[in-house]
DNA sequence: GCACGACTTGGACTGATTCCAACTTTGTTG
DNA sequence: CAACAAAGTTGGAATCAGTCCAAGTCGTGC
């Protein structure tokens, strides 16, 4: 899965930097929804001198080319998820941040074109907002 | 609705104050979906003193008491929605930040026990991503 | 009308993200 | 394999949204 991203990378004409390795292997997983921080963390314990900008940069670029979902979850940080492939909604905790997948066999309805007011859809979400265990007390 | 608004207010013990009323004021309407700093703009016009500090608490109130919904759509700025006895959906342009509301009868299905992860759920968002008719070009 | 506590204020501060100009590296070409 | 150009990386400055705070103001109940 990850050396295939890397393959898409170069067959899009993307170089493959040292950089680039290190997101793509610190952002393999399932259900992961890392913050840049996060990703950058991890990024820089395999690769010292990578640097935040570049972490940005590349995050940035994954998400256009739809390899990772850019998540607004909270108010707070971006987060990231690499499961593009299998729909599943969001389960938030509003206080702490918390994400949770959840697998479930219900598609968003696609909309009619007077629903769409002229615009060109690209994906759906659903996202649960509550509190979890821990906030809960 | 407004009036009512401030009624709900005072009834839980909120001083009315000018700048409740105006932010209450500017609030109001159907499709309405402002950044923090729209609403500032709308404030200050009716009471050119309001603060931005102000703005920003009375929109948490109102969050808190459930009267409006706090909506993070794009990474950029939240924004508030009065809208909070219809169920709708918001279609949002990624390039600019455009939101529409849909009228959408469909209820989001609610989650089983094992799939909350312990969590209790609050609400439960669908958000429509793409690009808009004027960013599509 | 007074007093008390709730509310407001502006400016400093924080956290997340973007920008930028100089430097480095990759992939290509001869 | 050496050299080159373009693509990528870097760190630090800058921006943007939002929060915090101590001092001053004002709504409300008596």
Redesign the pocket.
Known sequence: MNSSLLDR??DR????????RV?AEVLDGDHIHM???EVLEGAVSR?P?????????????LTELGEILEL?LD?????YDPNVTRAHHHLVCDRCGLVFDVQFEVEVPSLGLAEKHGMSIRRSEIVHHGTCRTCTG
């Open positions: 990378l170069r004409g993307y170089r493959l930097t040292s950089q680039r997101v913050t840049a921080d690769l001198e990578i640097s935040r900008a570049t972490v940005y940069n590349t995050l940035r670029e607004n108010g707070r940080s971006k987060r």
